[in-house]
């Protein structure tokens, strides 16, 4: 059983492509666009062998997952030209090949890399040109619907990768054009050259450092907020463990975060234990209701969520219509207090 929705400014229910029943979507920003509580995530889907890698992922099981969720009802997907070096890009364009309802599509610059495979950033204009053609051609799309700088860096590259992702929307390569990992004075230096649609920030129960300055800008700006990580790249699902950690591959990125290891990775655990003890009276598992813990928050438009399985997305489905009772949240804020 879910709990019902609140009122929100912007929410609409529109009906997506599914032959489920609708989900309520909110406009992102400044923009057009009207976005399900959660889409896809597809960071994990590039595979391995690169910096940021996840282990090895089953291309044919990605594209199964990319189509459960569209088919479900999800409408928009959130990939990058760096996840996998490319390969997420072209693992989308591959799931939406021949769709005649194909979902908003979000991707990214900034970062690239060498042929080694090594990592480095760059916001040049002539770098961003690159970026973008090569991004079209692997997505399959003649327009970008949301076009991102992944990161703020180099800094004083800022003004200039703005200007250029400006120029992209004039040109309609893109419709609209956001940021992601800045800061609220990085946000001001780019708004005075161009509208900034979006913001994609870290968020979830274990970061939480946006709620002071980055969300109320956000909010007084009519800058939407797309979250990542609400489940913490799987340590709040409910189904992590710390022998699975420890069994990760050696690629994955995730054997080096701190999250991930002692001192917190116990407590963080026991966490995922009480928001699973929540879910089971809803019968909905852990990351469900880390996700409503993010949505709860009136400056977060919707949430970015990872899956590599057609059941992967099963499990977190839920999150596009479950919200957490007051109560529920005045649980979890009450055990962070006892446990900091």
């Known amino acids: 059983m879910f709990c019902s929705l609140p009122s929100r400014p912007g929410i609409e229910f529109t009906m997506t492509t599914s032959t489920s029943a609708p989900f309520a979507t909110r406009a992102l920003g400044n923009s057009s666009l009207h976005l399900t509580p959660i889409g896809f995530g597809a960071w994990a889907i590039g595979g391995g062998n690169w910096e940021f890698a996840w282990g090895g992922a089953d291309d044919d099981e990605s594209i199964r997952a990319i ?9 928009w997907i959130d990939t990058a030209a760096i996840y996998g070096l490319g390969h997420s890009e072209e693992v989308v364009g591959k799931a939406l090949r021949g769709r005649s309802q194909k979902p908003y599509v979000f991707t990214k610059c900034s970062m690239r890399w060498f042929p080694d495979r090594k990592i480095y950033r760059s916001l040049r204009a002539g770098s961003l040109q ?3 053609e090569a991004s079209l051609t692997r997505l399959g799309v003649d327009t970008i619907d949301l076009y991102q700088i992944h990161w703020p860096n180099p ?3 800022i003004e200039e990768g703005w200007e250029t992702l400006a120029r992209f929307q004039e040109q309609g390569k893109v419709r609209y054009i956001g940021v992601s990992n800045f800061t609220v004075e990085q946000m001001r230096r780019v708004q005075a050259i161009a509208p900034i649609t979006s913001l994609q920030p870290p968020y979830s129960l ?11 800008f956000c909010r007084q ?24 950690i420890r069994d990760l591959p050696q690629d994955d990125w995730r054997r080096r975060s701190p999250n991930f290891n002692e001192p917190k ?76």
């Open 130 to 132: 690159e970026e973008i």
């Open 221 to 244: 700006h009519n800058v939407g907020v797309i979250n990542y990580s609400p489940m913490v790249s799987g340590l709040l699902t409910g189904s992590m463990t710390a022998e699975r």
């Open 265 to 340: 990775l116990s407590r963080n655990l026991a966490l995922a234990e009480l928001l699973s003890e929540i879910g089971r009276e809803h019968g909905v598992r852990a990351g469900v209701v880390a996700i409503a813990w993010t949505l709860r928050n009136p400056a977060i438009t919707a949430a970015i969520v990872g899956a590599r399985r057609p059941d992967q997305v099963d499990g977190i489905l839920p999150a596009a219509a479950f919200r957490l009772s007051d109560a529920e949240a005045h649980r979890i804020e009450h055990w962070l207090a006892e446990h900091p």
């Open 206 to 216: 274990l970061r939480r450092d946006i709620e002071n300055e980055i969300l109320p």
């Open 155 to 157: 800094e004083d590259e």
């Open 67 to 75: 189509h459960r969720a569209l088919d479900s009802g999800l409408n």
